[in-house]
């Protein structure tokens, strides 16, 4: 019919046009519909997790409260050395002649080790000696003039007032006298001098001969012979001797954070690479107070002495010592790693807020924190003074939760 008018069915562009605003709230009510699911789904996701993780069996690593020594000791390197090494030199310049002492003799003192070619010297030796001579001579004949000069000047002494002789010829025999008077003197300070040039060219002659001037062994041989030791600017080191080779000390380096516990007569101990499995007993001898600073840390010298009657122990051998700065025989003693402990059930802000120091005793299975009073520490247990403590309680070092039973991690598939 002419009058009548069919609808047509809109098309999306029209219906876009014809609603513009329903797609993009549609879009927007999903996204957040979307973000409101995955909340509660993590919220219940942990609460899930936490409640199958509590439910899971823990099983605790424990230690047993016994009685023993907490020694606290400081440890430090050092270098075995003789009590006392004698540096024997050369005061006199030549050639090695002979050599009669060689490493690890036993030498007495007095005893020749080597001797420098002696013909320069006793040279010397002859030409003071005939200086000597040849001053002692002349002494003999200014003093037979001193006497003829005397002679004279009392002869004409008594012949100067009958006026048999001059008051000028008096004068003149009395500056003859005097004359011959101060040279005697001076050739009795020439024979002083000359004795002294003999004695030091004797001294010299016998620098010729290098002696040890002590008791011990020679731990060190530098020269050879036919060689040439000059000491003209520094005495050149010949020999090496160790005075008592049954007597040893190791000096060792004592940080300065550790220096101010430790005191002389302490006990001691160390190792060193060549006998590994045999301790050493020592006592600190010596705290030397100048600091020696060995890539910027400050450390003091502390010799520990030591006896070495089987000669096991070598000059220069490195050791590794162990100073006991305090120690308790036998006393009640707690591992410091049950003090370290605190359950993982424990917040953090719970364990910052204890005060004292506590262990966690293990009660019918149950962890019970249990305070404690410590004492002396070693870094490996710690002294107990006071405490719900005795020995054999069993305290807890560290828990292990069984992971075959924990349920795991539970994801989401959105």
């Given at each position: 019919?002419?009058?009548?008018?069919?609808?047509?069915?809109?098309?999306?562009a029209n219906a876009s046009s014809?609603?513009?605003?329903?797609?993009?709230?549609?879009?927007?009510?999903?996204?957040?519909?979307?973000?409101?699911?995955?909340?509660?789904?993590?919220?219940?996701?942990?609460?899930?997790?936490?409640?199958?993780?509590?439910?899971?069996?823990?099983?605790?690593?424990?230690?047993?409260?016994?009685?023993?020594?907490?020694?606290?000791?400081?440890?430090?390197?050092?270098?075995?050395?003789?009590?006392?090494?004698?540096?024997?030199?050369?005061?006199?310049?030549?050639?090695?002649?002979?050599?009669?002492?060689?490493?690890?003799?036993?030498?007495?003192?007095?005893?020749?080790?080597?001797?420098?070619?002696?013909?320069?010297?006793?040279?010397?030796?002859?030409?003071?000696?005939?200086e000597l001579q040849n001053a002692?001579?002349?002494?003999?004949?200014?003093?037979?003039?001193?006497?003829?000069?005397?002679?004279?000047?009392?002869?004409?002494?008594?012949?100067?007032?009958?006026?048999?002789?001059?008051?000028?010829?008096?004068?003149?025999?009395?500056?003859?006298?005097?004359?011959?008077?101060?040279?005697?003197?001076?050739?009795?300070?020439?024979?002083?001098?000359?004795?002294?040039?003999?004695?030091?060219?004797?001294?010299?002659?016998?620098?010729?001969?290098?002696?040890?001037?002590?008791?011990?062994?020679?731990?060190?041989?530098?020269?050879?012979?036919?060689?040439?030791?000059?000491?003209?600017?520094?005495?050149?080191?010949?020999?090496?001797?160790?005075?008592?080779?049954?007597?040893?000390?190791?000096?060792?380096?004592?940080?300065?954070?550790?220096?101010?516990?430790?005191?002389?007569?302490?006990?001691?101990?160390?190792?060193?690479?060549?006998?590994?499995?045999?301790?050493?007993?020592?006592?600190?001898?010596?705290?030397?107070?100048?600091?020696?600073?060995?890539?910027?840390?400050?450390?003091?010298?502390?010799?520990?002495?030591?006896?070495?009657?089987?000669?096991?122990?070598?000059?220069?051998?490195?050791?590794?010592?162990?100073?006991?700065?305090?120690?308790?025989?036998?006393?009640?003693?707690?591992?410091?790693?049950?003090?370290?402990?605190?359950?993982?059930?424990?917040?953090?802000?719970?364990?910052?807020?204890?005060?004292?120091?506590?262990?966690?005793?293990?009660?019918?299975?149950?962890?019970?924190?249990?305070?404690?009073?410590?004492?002396?520490?070693?870094?490996?247990?710690?002294?107990?003074?006071?405490?719900?403590l005795k020995p054999g309680d069993?305290?807890?070092?560290?828990?292990?939760?069984?992971?075959?039973?924990?349920?795991?991690?539970?994801?989401?598939?959105?």
């Amino acid at each position: 019919m002419y009058g009548e008018h069919t609808p047509q069915p809109a098309s999306p562009a029209n219906a876009s046009s014809a609603w513009p605003g329903i797609r993009r709230y549609s879009r927007r009510t999903v996204l957040w519909a979307a973000l409101v699911i995955f909340m509660l789904a993590s919220v219940a996701a942990v609460f899930i997790y936490r409640a199958r993780s509590a439910s899971a069996t823990v099983e605790y690593l424990t230690a047993t409260i016994t009685e023993g020594p907490v020694t606290k000791t400081v440890t430090a390197t050092g270098t075995v050395n003789p009590v006392l090494t004698i540096i024997v030199g050369s005061y006199v310049s030549g050639v090695i002649q002979s050599i009669s002492c060689d490493f690890n003799t036993q030498v007495k003192k007095g005893q020749i080790c080597a001797e420098i070619d002696p013909r320069p010297y006793q040279t010397a030796v002859d030409s003071a000696t005939a200086e000597l001579q040849n001053a002692k001579a002349q002494l003999t004949k200014d003093q037979a003039a001193l006497t003829y000069a005397k002679v004279a000047y009392l002869r004409d002494k008594k012949l100067v007032q009958p006026g048999y002789v001059t008051k000028d010829a008096l004068d003149a025999a009395h500056s003859s006298y005097d004359g011959a008077v101060a040279q005697v003197q001076l050739d009795r300070a020439s024979i002083a001098s000359r004795e002294a040039v003999l004695r030091a060219a004797v001294i010299n002659l016998g620098y010729t001969d290098i002696i040890s001037p002590v008791n011990g062994t020679v731990v060190s041989r530098n020269v050879t012979i036919g060689q040439t030791v000059a000491a003209s600017f520094q005495t050149p080191t010949l020999f090496l001797i160790a005075t008592d080779m049954t007597v040893m000390q190791v000096d060792t380096n004592v940080s300065e954070s550790d220096i101010g516990g430790i005191r002389m007569g302490q006990k001691a101990s160390f190792h060193v690479e060549s006998f590994p499995d045999q301790r050493f007993d020592a006592t600190v001898v010596q705290v030397r107070q100048a600091p020696q600073t060995v890539q910027n840390v400050v450390t003091y010298d502390v010799v520990i002495g030591v006896d070495n009657k089987q000669l096991l122990l070598k000059p220069g051998m490195t050791a590794t010592a162990r100073i006991i700065i305090e120690a308790r025989p036998q006393v009640l003693r707690v591992p410091d790693q049950a003090l370290r402990f605190v359950p993982g059930n424990i917040a953090p802000a719970t364990q910052a807020s204890q005060p004292a120091p506590q262990v966690w005793k293990l009660v019918d299975k149950r962890a019970v924190p249990v305070p404690v009073t410590l004492g002396l520490d070693d870094d490996s247990f710690s002294e107990v003074l006071g405490g719900n403590l005795k020995p054999g309680d069993v305290v807890i070092v560290g828990e292990r939760r069984d992971a075959a039973r924990a349920s795991p991690t539970p994801r989401l598939n959105l």
